[in-house]
């Protein structure tokens, strides 16, 4: 094996990142200041067609506050997929609410309406879709379901910058939704999450939760966290701005390179009306998932990664929500899964590898 390693993920941070910071470091001014609310504005035009935006320290602290502003906690009940990142369903854990697992649809990985609908009960508050993977989920289905209901709709929009359904793009169909800034994710600050609001009331409560419960000097009007980010972060941040939409579509030119060249998995199905930016191009292997990942790795040296595993109502620390719980869908996509690298930083010899290794390793398998 003399090949190099082609690695899943791999952040770009460049020149202009590294002059960003340098100009923040030597202005002597590091913390919260007029960077984020440059960020904040920029983040807004370029991504969620001027909706308010707030800078926050994770994605996780976004979803966390956005709940909070948005009113929920103990004894309410938000329904989220099973299939994503803990953080979905660790942040409405958090605000004392129980999150209610749905299950996904057979084909894009995203909550299935007619789950959803099934889980609601009296104490259900709100809705909270993942556009998993980059994929805008079934929105126009989900508010229907809101709607008759009376319930909220939120949105975990960490994967998908810049993903839109029908002509809208995700983040804008929300009361709030939060974009995650972290390094694997199509664009980052390094550490960091934005949340983009609906509502001015929404914008101030969020802006409150993130600072201590004040927006004048020691006139804490309720009880708040330290989740500000820092101009050093936000100057990362915006130059990444700059560039994500350039990124998206070397993502877009890659996944469609895949959706041609390969063989004998089942490559991702994109919804009607559906721009998907790939945040992972996520295939299925219904036969030796991991036996098809560790020979990507050890014959092809091609990095692939599982997410998720393990669905989030069988993970210790959330399966008492949902003691028995079946999700035949979700279960099935844990077991199948597998993403291959994506990124903007691939090379065409790369993709032509990729592409060798999947055929050859599935073709085999066959
Ligand atoms: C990354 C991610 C988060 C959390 O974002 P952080 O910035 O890592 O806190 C939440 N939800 C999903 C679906 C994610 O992929």
């Not at 994770?58 to 103990?74: D, E, K, N, V």
């Not at 990362?236 to 041609?260: C, M, P, S, Y």
Request: charged content about 20%; proline content about 6%.
């Amino acid at each position: 094996m003399t090949e190099s390693f082609i690695p899943p993920a791999k952040p770009i941070i460049g020149d202009d990142e590294r002059a960003a910071v340098d100009r923040v470091l030597r202005s002597g001014m590091v913390a919260q200041g007029p960077e984020v609310a440059a960020f904040e504005r920029e983040f807004a035009e370029v991504l969620v067609d001027g909706r308010e935006s707030v800078a926050v320290n994770s994605g996780t602290s976004g979803l966390h506050l956005g709940l909070l502003a948005a009113g929920i906690g103990p004894g309410d009940e938000v329904i989220v997929p099973s299939f994503t990142f803990a953080a979905t369903a660790n942040s409405v854990a958090l605000t004392g609410a129980t999150p209610v697992f749905a299950d996904i649809e057979p084909d894009q990985f995203t909550l299935d309406p007619a789950s959803v609908e099934a889980a609601v009960t009296e104490r259900t508050k709100a809705i909270m879709p993942v556009h998993l993977y980059g994929h805008p989920a079934h929105m126009a289905e989900l508010q229907a379901v809101a709607d008759r209901h009376g319930l909220a709709l939120f949105e975990d929009a960490a994967q998908a910058h810049g993903a839109s359904l029908g002509g809208r793009k995700v983040g804008t169909f929300g009361r709030f939704a939060m974009f995650s800034l972290y390094p694997t994710k199509n664009m980052t600050s390094g550490e960091g999450g934005m949340v983009s609001c609906e509502t001015p009331e929404m914008v101030r409560n969020v802006k409150l939760l993130r600072n201590q419960g004040m927006e004048a000097q020691y006139q804490n009007e309720v009880v708040g966290f330290n989740a500000r980010m820092t101009d050093i972060h936000a100057a990362i941040g915006r130059v990444q701005l700059t560039k994500v939409g350039a990124w998206t579509e070397t993502r877009r030119a890659n996944a469609a390179f895949f959706d041609r060249e390969l063989r004998g998995v089942v490559v991702p199905p994109v919804a009607d009306g559906a721009v998907h930016v790939y945040h992972q191009y996520t295939v299925r292997v219904p036969e030796d998932r991991d036996g098809f990942v560790a020979a990507l790795k050890n014959e092809h040296a091609v990095g692939s990664g599982v997410y998720y595993p393990v669905p989030n109502h069988r993970l210790a620390s959330l399966e008492r929500f949902a003691p028995g719980l079946h999700l035949a869908e979700t279960e099935r996509a844990a077991g199948e899964v597998v993403s291959l690298p994506v990124h903007p930083s691939l090379s065409g010899a790369d993709l032509e590898r990729i592409v060798a290794a999947v055929n050859a390793v599935a073709g085999a398998g066959a």
